[in-house]
C-alpha cells in the first residue's frame, strides 16, 4: 500500500510526527477495544462450555442410578419387564450425557481462550507502521 506524496503539503516535521502519534495512538485504542471485545466473547464461550458439562455431569450420574437399578432389576426378575426398560432409559440417558461432555470440552478447547483475530490485526497494524515509516 502506497501513500501518495503531495509536494504542496507544507506540513512541517513536527505535524507529521504529530499526525503519526495521533494516528497510532488511535491504532492501539482500536486494537484494545478488539480485544476486550473477543475476550469477553471467549469467556463467553468458555462459561458455556462449563455448563454443558455440569449439565452432563447430572445426566451421566442420572443415568448411573439409572443403569444400576435396571442392572438389579435385570438380575432379580429375569421377566424382563420392569428392569429392561430402565436399562433403556438409563442408556439414552448415558448417550445423552455423552453427548454433552463431549460438546462442553469442545468449547473448552485452548484455542477458545487465544484472542486470533487481534493478534492477527495487531500483525498487520505493525507491518503497515514499518511500511509507512520508510
Known amino acids: 500500500m502506497s501513500v501518495e506524496h503531495d509536494p504542496k503539503d507544507a506540513r ?11 494516528q497510532l495512538t488511535s491504532l492501539f485504542r482500536t486494537e484494545a477495544t478488539l480485544l476486550k471485545a473477543e475476550m469477553r466473547e471467549n469467556l463467553a464461550k468458555l462459561g458455556t462450555g462449563a455448563g ?6 447430572m445426566i451421566v450420574q442420572a443415568a448411573l442410578i439409572i443403569l444400576l437399578i435396571a442392572l438389579v432389576h435385570a438380575i432379580e426378575s429375569l421377566g424382563l419387564s420392569f428392569g429392561w426398560s430402565s436399562l433403556v432409559v438409563g442408556v439414552v440417558f448415558a448417550a445423552i450425557g455423552a453427548f454433552l461432555l463431549k460438546k462442553g470440552k469442545d468449547n473448552l478447547s485452548a484455542s477458545a481462550m487465544t484472542p486470533e ?3 492477527r490485526q495487531v500483525t498487520k497494524d505493525a507491518q ?5 515509516t520508510r
Open 52 to 57: 454443558e458439562i455440569g449439565a452432563g455431569v
Open 12 to 22: 512541517s516535521f513536527s505535524d507529521l510526527v504529530s499526525d503519526l502519534v495521533t
Open 128 to 132: 503497515l507502521v514499518k511500511e509507512e
Open 117 to 119: 483475530r487481534t493478534a
